[in-house]
């Protein structure tokens, strides 16, 4: 069992950047791969990156954001934050070797924490 917590939302000026926290509890959180997905209002969940064996970043975000991790904690340093990446910032949990970006093969996921860029 992993539980997740998200933190490190707010509101940010375009350009400005964010670091998202996620903390995971569960004494096998190493062998989990961690992924980081996104939603918009009325659009489908996005993946923005995951690391595991190998880390995995999305095209849209590659340049701007970073995904690390130590013991229990997993990062997402945002950068150069634009309007369009407004959204709940989900951290999610795997033990898949792959299909990172796919939602479906994430077994937990945490609650949410809300980035808003400002024009």
């Known amino acids: 069992q992993v539980q997740l917590v998200e933190s490190g939302g707010g509101l940010v000026q375009a350009g400005g950047s964010l670091r998202l926290s996620c903390a995971a509890s569960?004494?096998?959180?190493?062998?989990?791969?961690m992924g980081w997905f996104r939603q918009a209002p009325g659009k489908e969940r996005e993946f923005v990156g995951a690391?595991?064996?190998s880390t995995l970043s999305a095209d849209s975000v590659k340049v701007r954001f970073t995904i690390s991790r130590d013991k229990n904690m997993v990062y997402l340093q945002m950068n150069s934050l634009k309007t369009e990446d407004t959204a709940v910032y989900y951290c999610a949990a795997t033990t898949s070797r792959s299909m990172w970006f796919r939602p479906n093969v994430y077994e937990y996921w945490g609650q949410g924490t809300q980035v808003t860029v400002s024009s």
């Open positions: 569960g004494r096998t959180f190493s062998s989990y791969a």
């Open positions: 690391i595991g064996w």
